[in-house]
């Protein structure tokens, strides 16, 4: 089937605009995870959705971010008021949830490489 | 505060040589763990999960696993230039849905 989809994929914005990046998870996957890449380093964590549910935004750096998942499915990612130190790759992520197991294996899509000018 | 140390190489090793990644965690109470390969400019795919101790192979690939040491590690047999990438240790501990990543290491593969 078909994977997890991210929109758009490269992002230019003048410092100061707002942007909305968008995933679309796996079919049926319950879970869905965003988190900031930047160059040279490993995934870090923004926000979780347990379907509609924001379970955890913990990792949101400030609250220029936004997340919301409102109908379980396609979830957006808004950053107001960009800033240089934005830049980066977001990725979203998606996995089963079967039956609650911290077995539950993510996978990802193609990230959005935002640049802030 | 959940660390996840990896070395960011560059580690390079000769075609067909075995390759080995090592990855360290903080929490104890961890107890899923995965390698992902990430290429230049691409997303993060996995290629390994273990969760518990010793080894696991899968082709080329073995994983292992030692939770009083809180190490694991991905061993990558016959190594292909095609198998230059950057190889992150993700970890998950008991009744978390949170990953925490290390930084990742880079391998470079050359004929």
């Known amino acids: 089937g078909a994977g997890v989809s991210q929109s758009p994929r490269y992002k230019v914005a003048k410092r100061g605009q707002d942007v909305a990046l968008r995933c679309d998870p796996i079919s049926g996957h319950v879970s869905l995870f965003w988190y900031q890449q930047a160059l040279g380093q490993g995934p870090e964590f923004l926000t979780y959705f347990q379907n509609e549910a924001q379970l955890d935004k913990s990792g949101l750096p400030s609250d220029r971010f936004f997340a919301e998942r409102p109908e379980g499915s396609v979830s957006t990612l808004k950053i107001q008021r960009t800033q240089q130190e934005d830049s980066a790759v977001y990725l979203c992520?998606?996995?089963?949830?079967?039956?609650?197991?911290?077995?539950?294996?993510?996978?990802f899509g193609p990230g959005t490489r935002l640049t802030v000018l | 505060q959940k660390e996840v140390e990896q070395n960011s190489g560059p580690l390079s090793v000769p075609e067909g040589a075995i390759a080995s990644l090592n990855c360290t965690y903080s929490d104890r109470v961890s107890q899923s763990f995965f390698w992902y390969r990430q290429y230049s400019g691409k997303s993060p795919e996995l290629i390994m999960s273990?969760?518990?101790?010793g080894d696991k192979e899968d082709g080329r690939f073995t994983a292992q696993l030692n939770k009083a040491s809180q190490y694991v590690s991905l061993l990558i047999r016959d190594s292909q230039p095609s198998d230059s990438a950057t190889y992150l240790c993700a970890v998950l501990s008991g009744g978390s849905y949170i990953p925490t990543f290390g930084r990742g290491t880079s391998l470079i593969v050359h004929p």
């Open positions: 273990i969760y518990s101790n």
């Open positions: 992520a998606s996995s089963v949830h079967r039956d609650g197991t911290s077995t539950d294996t993510q996978y």
